[in-house]
């Protein structure tokens, strides 16, 4: 089944939020309010406190931007600008980053000064979300041009910007709900609007616990970031 368009959720909200089979116009008061109504939805479902949400992972490969390809003795590369998480790793599931077919261990920053000397195959992230982030290799290994660079990493969602905007939300019924609530508060219908609110709510534990179901299996088979 194709992801549910903008468009296509906001015409459910309005169809039972006026109860006919009419649309607002994509230009309209009412429909740009909802679009940012369904902004806030979806930062509810990126930020829910204690998931990390399976749709939200992405390899470096089919990102928009950051570099993918090695320059000689080059030991600092720029990472995608929707990079939200850099791969962490730890010491019993630890992250890579490949070049080529050779694995790099990633390494939190707060070890990287003990590795001065070493000659290990390791790098690191450093930066934040809002700065952005950079992708860091031991200097003192020798890296030559074209080598491919490869990692898995956790993106920002994506937001609403058009009509045909999709989201990674595994069921994007959750908006519309979080929508109507909002609109039936403004409405002063406080009964409605809870109503909606708990359908929305019921619907997001749904999704934690598909997520979590998820990231057991992938955990159980040794999985991390990488390949």
């Known amino acids: 089944m194709a992801a549910l368009t903008e468009s296509e959720i906001l015409d459910l909200v309005y169809s ?6 009419d649309t ?18 979806i930062l509810r479902w990126e930020y829910e406190p204690g998931v990390l949400w399976t ?31 850099p791969p962490k790793g730890d010491d019993q ?19 990287v000064q003990q590795m001065q000397t070493s000659q290990d195959n390791w790098c690191y992230f450093t930066g934040s979300q809002k700065d952005g982030f950079t992708l860091k290799f031991n200097p003192n290994l020798t890296i030559i041009a ?8 956790y993106k920002q969602a994506s937001y609403f910007t058009a009509p045909t905007s999709t989201t990674e939300m ?7 709900h979080y929508v109507l609530s909002r609109f039936y508060k403004n409405d002063g ?3 409605e609007s809870t109503q909606e609110m708990q359908i929305a709510e019921q619907m997001i534990e749904q999704m934690k616990e598909n997520a979590f179901v998820v990231i057991d299996d992938e955990l159980s088979n040794n999985a991390g970031f990488g390949r």
């Open 93 to 111: 599931s630890p992250d890579y980053v490949w070049l080529n077919d050779t694995p790099y261990m990633v390494l939190p920053v707060s070890k």
């Open 170 to 176: 595994e069921n994007p019924m959750f908006i519309v």
């Open 16 to 21: 039972m939020y006026e109860s006919d089979q």
């Open 189 to 191: 219908l406080s009964g």
């Open 55 to 85: 749709q939200l992972y992405k390899r470096l490969s089919s990102a928009a931007d950051g570099d993918k390809t090695t320059n000689a003795s080059d030991y600092s590369y720029a990472c995608p600008t929707d990079m939200r998480l």
């Open 146 to 153: 074209g080598l491919t660079i490869e990692y898995d990493y």
């Open 24 to 41: 607002w116009a994509a230009t309209s008061d009412e429909y740009l309010t909802a679009r940012r109504y369904c902004k806030a939805a």
